[in-house]
């Protein structure tokens, strides 16, 4: 079982980079992928990005490729997701989430889940 704690969130403006950071409980942190999801309100949960176990995979939502990259730390049993260009249409809680292996994009695939952090972007 892991525990993960998500921190980072914030206001900030439209066109700001923000890094959120997820820190993981246990010592079997490489052996869970990871995942980053965000919920706006009044809206279902939604992917965001994954990374494998070795950080040697990633996979993105359509809507944040190209400005969001996911990253992993064993040394400090850490996933990160480092979000540039921010806009609006990006607030939302933001969750991470683990399970045993990578490629999954559903909420309902993780069972290990952070109690979110808010970002809020400003116009």
């Known amino acids: 079982q892991v525990q993960l704690v998500e921190s980072g969130g914030r206001l900030v403006q439209a066109g700001d980079s923000l890094r959120l950071s997820c820190a993981a409980s246990?010592?079997?942190?490489?052996?869970?992928?990871m995942g980053w999801f965000r919920q706006a309100p009044g809206k279902e949960r939604e992917f965001v990005a994954a990374?494998?176990?070795?950080?040697?995979?990633?996979r993105y939502a359509r809507s944040v490729k190209d400005r969001f990259t996911i990253s992993r730390t064993s040394a400090k049993n850490t996933v990160y997701v480092q979000m540039n260009s921010l806009n609006p249409e990006d607030t939302a809680v933001y969750y991470c989430?683990?399970?045993?292996?990578?490629?999954?994009?559903?909420?309902?695939?993780?069972?290990?889940w952070g109690q979110g952090t808010q970002v809020t972007v400003s116009s």
């Open positions: 246990g010592r079997t942190f490489s052996s869970y992928a």
């Open positions: 989430a683990a399970r045993s292996g990578f490629g999954a994009i559903s909420p309902t695939e993780y069972p290990y």
């Open positions: 990374i494998s176990g070795s950080g040697g995979l990633t």
